[in-house]
């Protein structure tokens, strides 16, 4: 299977859930679960979040996780069984805009930073909203790659690389400002939202978390900027790391709304 742009593997999925932990646990709360509530997890990845849903929805509830990759399922099954909590979590392959679920199915669905992934991101919320039973909410997650920002004496070279990661490496990098949109668009009810700001001081870090190698090696292929320039790109990061100075920034948005 193709793996799109912006594929993260489990480990680092591992690293960012620990990051993220305040995020994750605030979009659980939006949620409103209550125990022997069935919970969908779109975009589940190695089960990062299926597990800790389980332990809200308890042994009468189901969480069901799906992702489009075969062997993320497959390790999230796995992470499953070693929890012993199989028997009402269960991870399947399937496309977000064509959920293989009877209409308003779960109480509450969520997505994680799935949806910059996505060429089509108003199909997916539109699956999310149909499988989801009439007064139960929807939660997504995402972030706004065009927030993207590293300190820099580079400053043209850091926008240009922020800009074609945002516009052009990632199908909807723009995903976290557009969710306001999306979720009106809907029709959802009750639209809440969060902001978080995200502050990064680590520079391998920062550089995993924003794939940095792929994105320059894309940009370079793309013409966007030249081998000199990213040596002193780098050369720059590098001291600034060097000396304890290294910053970036981004934001991510939660958006959670009730289906009428």
């Known amino acids: 299977m193709s793996r ?10 591992r690293v960012a859930g620990e990051l ?5 646990q605030r979009s659980y709360t939006f949620m409103q679960l209550q125990a022997g509530c069935q919970v969908l997890d779109l975009g589940c990845g190695p089960g ?20 489009y990759d075969a062997d993320m399922v497959t390790k999230a099954q796995q992470r499953a069984l070693e929890a012993g909590i199989a028997e009402h979590v269960k991870h399947q392959q399937a496309d977000a805009g064509l959920l293989p679920f009877a209409d308003n199915f779960f109480d509450a669905s969520r997505s994680e930073r799935l949806f910059q992934h996505l060429f089509n991101p108003d199909q997916a919320l539109a699956e999310m909203i149909r499988v989801t039973k009439s007064g139960g909410w929807i939660v997504v997650v995402d972030t706004d790659w065009g927030s993207l920002s590293v300190d820099s004496n580079e400053v043209d070279i850091e926008r240009r690389l922020a800009q074609f990661m945002a516009g052009s490496f990632l199908h909807n990098g723009y995903s976290g400002r557009k969710l306001h949109r999306l979720f009106k668009q809907q029709g959802l009810a009750d639209i809440a939202l969060e902001v978080f700001p995200i502050a990064i001081r680590s520079y391998i870090l920062a550089r995993e978390g924003t794939r940095a190698d792929e994105v320059e090696q894309a940009a370079l292929d793309a013409g966007v900027v030249s081998a000199d320039e990213l040596y002193r790109w780098h050369q720059d990061l590098e001291e600034a790391d060097r000396n304890g100075c290294y910053f970036c920034s981004l934001n991510l948005m939660l958006f959670a709304g009730r289906k009428p």
């Open 4 to 13: 799109p742009n912006g594929y993260v593997d489990p480990e680092f999925l």
């Open 20 to 24: 993220f932990g305040y995020i994750k």
């Open 48 to 67: 990062t979040d299926t597990i800790p849903l389980a332990a809200l929805v308890g042994r009468h509830g189901q969480v069901i996780g799906v992702d």
